[in-house]
């Protein structure tokens, strides 16, 4: 082994020069003779950023024949059958997506069995699990969405020609399709055009989607019979008109939503509504001006029977109830009341005392003790979540509500306090009382003391809530 040269300090000079550079360039010494002979530079490496992908889209397309199967115990234990029935109860319950994605990059037998199109019946394609391109749509249509039935697309650009072209292709190659959900999608008249073609269709989603109340009128003529659920929250048209034309195409209309209209108002004939529309079931209008028309005949009132839930928040006109008491006459099947921030006398919600109401929603609307106290009294065995938070109700009327609740709401397990006179007497019996009570907010409740004004969820929670206001009582 030859031996290594020494330097000018007498050390043994490194079988490879070692550099003392700042910007890559060797510095020479004072001395004349140098030690490494001419200066090195050093070019730094790049920095190269990985491209990214998007993983749930890779594995939606097939797998290249050239992967391997992994051996595991699902393999040889779980037949296929099973594992279909697994994932068919996921799919129901939570629809393919991103599920059926992510269980077909586990194996090849579950990628097989994920790809039944049988899986793929409730399908929403809105939050971005595969991407919002024609050519994803396109092969989507041909590979896994022949048996859909609810198909979500809110959010598309549908007056791309492109994406048009595959929406054309998924109406004519899914038969099963029965609902459609296009919310702000620019949605041209030939897309509402082509759903003339779907036999099936019940439902259509058209929320916050500009003008369309012309082809809106041509679908509801030749498919109105069969529609059961329509959507136009955010309206841009005539709301007064479309209306019109639920009642005249839609008999078998059961959940309609025409909340936060742009123009705000609409007149609606109530008495041929409930005539025309029998079947309703869920009429939500959230801040929309509705004024009652047409004839007010009590020998022709029939009402909407099978009426569940009647949401109205932000109703502005004072018209001493006659609204609600028209439009909920009759309605003995009703569970769902939703009148936050609104204006019309509550004491007519007492002629609705013989309902079964179990989510009542009440904040914000001036109500007064008397009233709140014959309402609890009249609902408190069947309510599960009560809402009657920011009312200035004072604090022995509340109190007086609350220890009704805490004797005879046995199913309650909501309550919304927040902004309200609660005391911890009152906080206390309902903690005691509702048994099944999951959640509790006493946010802003400016009888209670300080660190409790906030939310409790869950039993570990409240018990925790009722021994601290118990120890504070002891001290």
Request: aromatic share 8%.
């Amino acid at each position: 082994m030859p031996k290594r040269e020494r330097g000018i300090l007498g050390f043994v000079k490194p079988s490879t020069p070692i550099l003392f550079s700042a910007q890559g360039e060797t510095w020479p010494s004072d001395d004349s003779d140098d030690d490494y002979g001419t200066s090195i530079k050093v070019k730094p490496k790049k920095k190269t950023r990985k491209k990214r992908t998007n993983r749930y889209s890779k594995t939606c397309k097939e797998i290249s024949p050239d992967r391997q199967a992994t051996d595991n115990a699902w393999q040889s234990a779980v037949p296929p059958e099973i594992l279909f029935k697994i994932f068919k109860h996921v799919t129901d319950t939570e629809g393919a997506l991103p599920f059926l994605c992510r269980v077909s990059a586990v194996c090849i037998l579950w990628h097989r069995v994920a790809s039944d199109e049988h899986l793929w019946c409730n399908v929403d394609l809105s939050y971005g699990w595969i991407k919002k391109q024609a050519s994803w749509l396109l092969w989507l249509s041909e590979h896994r969405l022949q048996q859909v039935r609810i198909l979500n697309l809110s959010g598309w650009k549908i007056s791309d020609l492109k994406v048009e072209s595959a929406l054309k292709v998924i109406v004519e190659n899914c038969k099963q399709l029965e609902s459609i959900g296009l919310s702000r999608c620019k949605v041209p008249p030939t897309t509402l055009q082509l759903l003339t073609s779907c036999d099936n269709l019940k439902g259509i989603d058209l929320s916050h989607v500009e003008k369309y109340q012309n082809a809106l009128k041509q679908l509801l003529e030749v498919k109105g019979k069969n529609l059961e659920d329509i959507r136009l929250a955010g309206c841009l048209c005539n709301l007064s008109k479309i209306i019109i034309y639920l009642m005249a195409y839609c008999p078998n209309l059961v959940l309609v939503d025409i909340s936060n209209p742009s123009y705000g108002w609409a007149n609606i004939d109530i008495d041929k509504f409930q005539a025309s529309c029998p079947r309703l079931k869920v009429f939500r209008a959230a801040n929309t001006a509705l004024t009652a028309t047409g004839n007010h005949i009590e020998s022709q009132w029939c009402g909407f029977a099978e009426l569940e839930e009647f949401t109205i928040p932000s109703y502005k006109i004072n018209d001493n109830g006659q609204f609600l008491f028209r439009f909920l006459r009759g309605s003995r099947k009703l569970r769902l009341l939703d009148i936050r921030d609104c204006v019309f006398n509550l004491e007519s919600l007492l002629f609705l005392s013989c309902l079964t109401i179990e989510y009542l929603y009440l904040s914000r609307c001036s109500i007064t003790d008397t009233t709140l106290e014959q309402i609890i009294a009249s609902w408190a065995s069947s309510l599960i979540d009560m809402d009657i938070s920011w009312n200035p109700v004072g604090e022995e009327g509340l109190h007086s509500c609350l220890l009704t609740l805490a004797q005879d709401a046995t199913q309650l397990q909501i309550l919304n306090l927040a902004g309200t006179t609660a005391n911890p007497h009152g906080v206390r019996s309902v903690i005691g009382g509702c048994g099944k009570l999951q959640s509790l907010n006493l946010t802003s409740c400016r009888c209670m003391p300080r660190g409790v004004k906030r939310q409790f969820d869950g039993k570990k929670q409240l018990k925790e809530l009722r021994r601290s206001l118990n120890a504070q009582q002891d001290s």
